[in-house]
C-alpha cells in the first residue's frame, strides 16, 4: 500500500505505553475516530494505566463511551496486534534499552509500510535506531505530543538522519489534518525545542523570585496576561506541569548538554527541592506552589515555606499600561525602577538572550521556534517576535530584525529566508474585509466563498443585527456563505438587555416581532448556501442561527448549548421547534431534550453536543481548531439544503415520561418551581403543537408568557448584573 495511502485512508493506530502520555494519546487518538490498541506490560498494568486515564480531570475523553472503543492487551501477551496498524506510537519508560529491545520485536513484525514513532524528549532518536533495518529506520520518527494531548495542540516532529525525507511532508501533512496538531519539525537535541528552552525559562523564573526574595502571586502577576503569557503565569504552570517532572527534565539535559554555557540554569532550585522533598509537586497531589483550600488558593511563602493566604498585588507599571501593545509595555517596564522592572530585567532579558544563544542548535527557523512557545506554552508572541517587538538593542545589544515581511532571519543569521505559508490554517481575522454593513463585516475567503461576521461584542445577536442579516439576503448576493465570528466566541446568545428593557416597558407587541423576524432569518438561512463555523461558545441566540444554517463545523472543544431556561425563557428563535422536529421520533430523545431545555444544559464539547442533539447527524467537527475556516469553506462549497423532516405527533405517553423525570428532578433539588414550571412550557410545545408552523407559535407565545412572570425579569436582571445564573 505504502505509507502515504496508509496515512491518507489507515485508521488503525497501536499505542505501546499506557502510562500518563500513552493513554492520554490513545484517548485523543480514539476521541477523534482512529481505531486504537493501547498496550503495557501486562493485562494488570494496562487496566491500573487506563482506569486512571478515564478518571483524569480535566478529562481525557470528550465522552465517556470513548474510552469502550479501545482494545487494551499486554505486549507480552500481544504484541503481534502491531501487524494491523497503520502507526504505531510507542511512548514506553525513557530508557534506553528497553526502547532498543521492543524496537528489535516490533522491527520483525510491523508491516513494511506502517509510519513508527517515538514519543521520548529525554533521549538521542539516532541511538534507538541501533540495529535496526533500513525499512524501519526510513519510516522512524519522534512524534513529541503534550501532556494533556487532548488539550495541548503542538506535536513536534524530529527525523533523524536515516528518515527518508520524501515522506516528511506526507507525515506533517497527516499529524495535521488527521491527527489534529500544529506541527513543528525539531533537531535531534536534547529536549528538542520546548522543553531545552521552556524548561530552562521557567527555571530562571524561580531563580530570579527566589534571588529577589519576591512572593509567588507577585511573580504571577507579572508573568501573565501582562507579559502576553496565560493567567497561570510561572507558579501555577509549575504546578499544572508537576515539580517532579520539572526536575526530570531539567536534570536530563544537565546531563545531555554540558556544552551548554547556560545550563547552570537548570539546577534544582532550593523551593523545588523542599517540596518534592515532602511530596508537594503540584496539581498531582493538591499541593505545590499553591495549595487549595475549599475555593480559595493558598500560596507558598517562599522565605518561611509555609502555606499562606495571598497578598493583594497591584502594581502601577502593569495597571497603568496593560492596555498598550505588548512591545510598548515592556519596554516601559524593563525601564520601571520597581519590582516589575527588576524581575524582568533579571528573567526576560536572559531568557530572549538564551533564545538567541541556542537557536542555530536546536530548531531549523526562528519561526519555528516561535511556534513552539507559541502553540505549547500560550505565549502571545514568542521569543524572536518578542525580540523585534522590544527592540533588539536593548535587548540583545545589537541591531538586528528577526522578521520582515514574508521573510524572517536564517537560524545562522547568513541572511533572510522564506517563512513558509500555511494558507490553510489562517483564521477569520486573516482574511481581506471587502464591506461592512450596519452590524455585519464581510470577508473574502476565497474560491468564491463570503465570510460573514457579527460586529458585536462576543457574536451577541442584537435584533438591528437580526435586521442586517434580512437586508444582506434580501440583496440576493450569491453564496457560498460562511457564518463566523472572530474573538473568544462565535456567539454567547441573544441580547437579553433588549428583553429586559422590553419587559419594563410592557412591550410584548416588541418581543413579539423580535422573535417572528429570528424565525423568519433563521428558515433563510436553511434555505440559502450558508455554512456556519462554531467556536468557544455558541449559545442560545446565536446557536439558534447556526442550527437553521445548511451545515454547521464545530471546533471540537465548543461549548454548546440552549440555556434560556437559566435566564427563564426558553430558545425562541426556532430553538425549540428544531429540537423538537430532530428528537420526535424516540420519546427517550424527546424526553432527555426537555430535560435538557429545562436545565439550560450546555454541552462542554462538540461530540456531545452532537449526541444531544445541538448538532445534526450530517454537521461536522473541527478537531484542529486552526482548521476551522478551511473546514468551513471546505463545507460551504458542497453544502445542500438540510433535508426536510416531516412534522409528527409524538407519541402520547411522552407528556408522562417529561412529567416524571421533572419531577424527579424537583423533589432531588436539581429543579425549583419555576423550573418545573418552565418545564411545563416546553412539554406543551412538544405534545401539542400539530405542525412545524404551529410549533413556531406556541415558541413565540410561551416565551412572551415568560417574559410576563416575575421570576424571569428577577433571572435575566441577576445575570446581566452578576454574570451568572440565579435559582428562583
Not at 465548543?558 to 426558553?570: C, D, R, T
Not at 423525570?661 to 412550557?681: H, W
Request: glycine share 8%; charged share 25%; hydrophobic share 40%.
Amino acid at each position: 500500500m505504502g505509507l502515504s495511502e496508509r496515512l491518507k485512508s489507515g485508521n488503525k493506530v497501536c499505542v505501546i505505553g499506557a502510562g500518563t502520555m500513552g493513554s492520554g494519546i490513545a484517548a485523543h487518538l480514539a476521541n477523534i475516530g482512529f481505531q486504537v490498541t493501547l498496550l503495557d506490560v501486562s493485562d494488570d498494568s494496562v487496566r491500573t494505566c487506563f482506569d486512571r486515564a478515564r478518571a483524569a480531570r480535566p478529562p481525557h475523553f470528550y465522552i465517556k463511551q470513548t474510552a469502550e472503543t479501545i482494545r487494551l492487551g499486554s505486549i507480552e501477551k500481544n504484541l503481534d496486534w502491531v501487524s494491523e496498524a497503520d502507526w504505531v506510537c510507542e511512548a514506553i519508560v525513557e530508557k534506553l534499552d528497553i526502547k532498543q529491545s521492543l524496537f528489535e520485536k516490533l522491527d520483525a513484525i510491523i508491516p513494511a509500510d506502517s509510519l513508527i514513532s517515538t514519543n521520548t524528549s529525554g533521549l538521542e532518536l539516532g541511538l534507538l535506531l541501533e540495529g535496526r533495518s533500513d525499512s524501519f529506520k526510513s519510516r522512524f520518527v519522534g512524534t513529541h505530543f503534550f501532556n494533556p494531548p487532548r488539550y495541548l495542540k503542538l506535536l513536534e516532529l524530529i527525523d533523524t538522519r536515516f528518515t527518508d525525507p520524501t515522506l516528511l511532508p506526507i507525515i506533517t501533512e497527516f499529524l495535521e489534518r488527521r491527527v489534529a496538531k500544529r506541527v513543528v519539525r525539531a533537531k535531534d537535541t536534547p529536549g528538542f525545542i520546548a522543553n531545552r528552552f521552556g524548561m530552562w525559562s521557567m527555571y530562571q523564573a524561580i531563580h530570579v523570585a527566589e534571588k529577589l526574595q519576591m512572593t509567588i502571586e507577585s511573580v504571577d502577576e507579572i508573568t501573565g496576561p501582562f507579559l502576553g503569557r496565560p493567567k497561570s503565569g510561572s507558579f501555577r504552570l509549575n504546578d499544572i506541569v508537576g515539580l517532579d517532572i520539572m526536575e526530570d527534565i531539567a536534570g536530563n539535559q544537565v546531563r545531555r548538554c554540558p556544552k551548554d554555557l547556560f545550563i547552570g540554569t537548570l539546577a534544582t532550585p532550593r523551593s523545588i527541592q523542599y517540596l518534592v522533598s515532602i511530596g508537594h509537586i503540584g496539581n498531582k497531589t493538591g499541593k505545590g506552589y499553591y495549595e487549595r483550600v475549599g475555593k480559595e488558593f493558598m500560596v507558598l511563602d517562599l522565605q518561611t515555606d509555609a502555606y499562606r493566604p495571598q497578598f493583594p498585588i497591584e502594581f502601577p507599571t502593569i495597571t497603568d499600561n496593560a492596555k498598550k501593545p505588548i512591545g510598548e509595555r515592556i519596554r516601559i517596564a524593563l525601564q520601571a525602577k520597581d519590582e516589575v522592572g527588576e524581575f524582568l530585567r533579571l528573567y526576560l532579558l536572559p531568557t530572549l538572550r538564551y533564545a538567541d544563544y541556542l537557536k542555530n542548535e536546536i530548531c531549523y527557523t526562528v519561526s519555528d521556534f516561535d511556534n513552539v512557545m507559541k502553540w505549547g506554552f500560550g505565549w502571545e508572541l514568542g521569543p524572536f517576535e518578542f525580540i523585534d517587538a522590544i527592540g533588539s538593542e536593548l535587548v540583545l545589544g545589537t541591531k538586528k530584525q528577526f522578521y520582515v515581511e514574508n521573510e524572517q532571519l536564517a537560524v545562522d543569521e547568513s541572511g533572510p529566508i522564506y517563512i513558509p505559508s500555511q494558507p490553510e490554517f489562517r483564521s477569520l481575522a486573516d482574511y481581506r474585509i471587502v464591506d461592512e454593513q450596519g452590524s455585519l463585516r464581510f470577508r473574502d475567503l476565497g474560491d468564491g466563498v463570503t465570510g460573514i461576521e457579527l460586529t458585536t461584542k462576543m457574536g451577541v445577536v442584537t435584533p438591528q443585527a437580526v435586521e442586517d442579516l434580512h437586508d444582506f439576503l434580501d440583496k440576493g448576493r450569491s453564496g457560498p456563505f460562511v457564518l463566523a465570528n472572530p474573538g473568544r466566541a462565535f456567539s454567547v446568545g441573544f441580547d437579553l438587555k433588549f428583553f429586559l428593557d422590553a419587559i419594563d416597558q410592557s412591550n410584548w407587541a416588541g418581543i413579539e416581532y423580535s422573535l417572528l423576524r429570528l424565525q423568519t432569518l433563521g428558515k433563510r438561512l436553511g434555505e440559502s448556501p450558508v455554512v456556519a463555523a462554531i467556536h468557544g461558545y455558541a449559545l442560545g441566540g446565536g446557536l439558534e442561527l447556526a442550527m437553521n444554517c445548511q451545515k454547521i463545523v464545530a471546533v471540537a472543544e465548543s461549548n454548546i448549548g440552549l440555556p434560556e431556561a437559566k435566564v427563564g425563557l426558553l430558545p425562541g428563535g426556532r430553538g425549540v421547534t428544531i429540537m423538537r422536529m430532530r428528537t420526535q421520533q424516540s420519546p427517550q430523545m424527546a424526553k432527555e431534550a426537555v430535560v435538557n431545555l429545562t436545565e439550560g444544559f450546555v454541552a462542554s464539547n462538540a461530540v456531545e453536543a452532537k449526541i444531544h442533539g445541538y448538532l445534526a447527524e450530517n454537521d461536522e467537527i473541527c478537531f484542529n481548531p486552526d482548521l476551522l475556516i478551511t473546514q468551513a469553506k471546505e463545507a460551504a462549497l458542497r453544502a445542500m439544503p438540510r433535508q426536510e423532516i416531516e412534522f409528527k405527533r409524538v407519541a402520547p405517553h411522552m407528556n408522562g415520561l417529561i412529567e416524571e423525570a421533572t419531577t424527579a428532578k424537583l423533589k432531588d433539588g436539581t429543579l425549583t418551581a419555576y423550573d418545573e414550571f418552565l418545564s411545563s412550557q416546553l412539554r406543551f410545545i412538544f405534545t401539542k403543537s400539530t405542525s412545524i408552523e404551529d410549533t413556531e407559535r406556541l415558541e413565540r407565545e410561551r416565551f412572551i408568557q415568560l417574559c410576563q412572570r416575575p421570576e424571569t425579569r428577577a433571572r435575566i436582571a441577576h445575570m446581566l448584573e452578576y454574570g451568572k445564573p440565579i435559582k428562583n
